[in-house]
């Protein structure tokens, strides 16, 4: 069975830093682009972009390009996403999905992590 | 890419068919897909390439389309069907996008 597990939720300060996770099972990790989608408060879900386990390429939503570093560690089935200047407005639920192929849908979610950005 | 769904919100009741639709701004086919979010939930994939059924997904959700406008449907709305329905474009020469959502409420 796919499985998407997601780090917790996280409390933090404008300015700071953070980086969350994604851990696949059930499948071959390193051979399936990993997406992450942001979705605001009652609002709905934004395509962040992208990144292949195998060999770490990525791939970013314009928005997103120079806003946020995605990553991963195929040692460790594990991706991330990672903020070096966290903004109120980054306060969200982010999930982490499985592409069924490159530039494809999504056939698999995490259970989303809530990050929240607060003074 | 724009995504526009209508309506945003939706009010039905069990039994009713169901009808949301999908219109890009320049033509995605055949890559759309559409996905259902209950609430405080991960979405989960209800359809993809137009108008394919993953294995899982029930026989009551079905969709159609082409070009640049696509349908959801629900033959009979089930109580686990009131949730928020999201379609996305996705392909390799532009930027995947989702539509704004529509919200099937009681």
């Given at each position: 069975e796919v499985q998407l597990v997601q780090s917790g939720a996280e409390v933090k300060k404008p300015g700071e830093s953070l980086k969350i996770s994604c851990k696949g099972s059930g499948?071959?990790?390193?051979?399936y682009w990993i997406a992450w989608v942001r979705q605001r408060p009652g609002k709905a879900l934004e395509y962040m972009g992208i990144v292949y386990p195998g060999d770490s390429d990525t791939r970013y939503s314009p928005s997103f390009q120079g806003q946020v570093t995605m990553s991963a560690n195929k040692s460790i089935n594990t991706a991330f996403l990672q903020w070096t200047g966290l903004k109120a407005s980054d306060t969200a639920i982010y999930y982490c999905a499985k592409l069924f192929d490159y530039a494809d849908y999504i056939d698999h979610w995490g259970q989303g992590t809530v990050v929240t950005v607060t003074s | 890419i724009q995504m526009t769904q209508s309506p945003s919100t939706l009010s039905a009741s069990i039994g009713d068919r169901v009808t949301i639709t999908c219109r890009a701004s320049q033509s995605v086919s055949p890559w759309l897909a559409w996905y259902r979010q209950k609430p405080g939930k991960a979405p989960e994939l209800l359809?993809?390439?137009?108008?394919n059924l993953p294995s899982g997904?029930?026989?009551r959700f079905s969709g159609s389309g082409s070009g640049a406008e696509f349908t959801l449907t629900i033959s009979s709305l089930q109580p686990d069907d009131f949730a928020t329905y999201y379609c996305q474009q996705y392909n390799d020469y532009s930027p995947v996008t989702f539509g704004g959502g529509t919200k099937v409420e009681i």
């Open positions: 499948y071959s990790f390193t051979q | 359809i993809y390439r137009e108008s997904v029930p026989s």
